[in-house]
């Protein structure tokens, strides 16, 4: 097991400022952010851009937080599933997505952004071109900066999951594990 010791109980000033300022936008530090506090430096820049994406850009939550769901479950990753599964349903994202994308189904949206923000997800994850018309119809949709953040987002979401796996990072206490056996 690659776990990564828990910092907390010796935190250097600054790391303990950094702690602090995680907690107050975040709540509850656990898991990947406390493994990462091993490295406080770096845990401030990943921070910073985390920060961004999720509460400072421009893609509305309810497609950010998709993304992220979609993400999770391609990459199998539970913990950050386990994360964003509430302010995907606080930022409108129907169960019934919620659990197509958890069962890995086609998904049976009215909404058009849906499968096109998950076509650029897919891009990114397989390293090809975003298809023009997709890349057309989001940027009228949500403006160029908006598909911009979601490449960027995508990319730092696997980030994490990577993260999350190297260093064996548990679920959150308390959780269950969202996908079982088929893929965890």
Not at 37 to 47: C, F, G, I
Request: proline share 8%; glycine share 8%.
């Amino acid at each position: 097991m690659a776990r990564l010791p828990d910092p907390t109980a010796a935190l250097t000033p600054e790391a303990q400022e950094l702690y602090d300022q995680l907690a107050a936008r975040r709540g509850r530090i656990d898991g990947m952010y406390r493994s990462l506090l091993n490295y406080p430096e770096l845990t401030r820049q990943v921070s910073e851009l985390g920060t961004f994406l999720r509460f400072g850009g421009v893609l509305p939550a309810a497609l950010r937080e998709l993304a992220i769901l979609w993400v999770a479950r391609r990459l199998g990753a539970a913990y950050e599933w386990v994360k964003h599964l509430e302010p995907a349903r606080q930022a409108g994202v129907s169960e019934a997505i919620i659990e197509a994308i958890r069962t890995g189904k086609e998904l049976q949206s009215h909404d058009q952004l849906q499968p096109e923000v998950l076509t650029v997800a897919r891009c990114v994850l397989e390293r090809r071109s975003i298809p023009p018309e997709v890349q057309d119809v989001l940027t009228v949709r949500i403006g160029l900066p908006g598909v911009i953040e979601l490449v960027v987002l995508v990319g730092f979401y696997q980030m994490i999951a990577g993260v999350i796996f190297a260093f064996d990072v548990p679920l959150p206490e308390g959780a269950t594990p969202p996908f079982g056996a088929e893929n965890a």
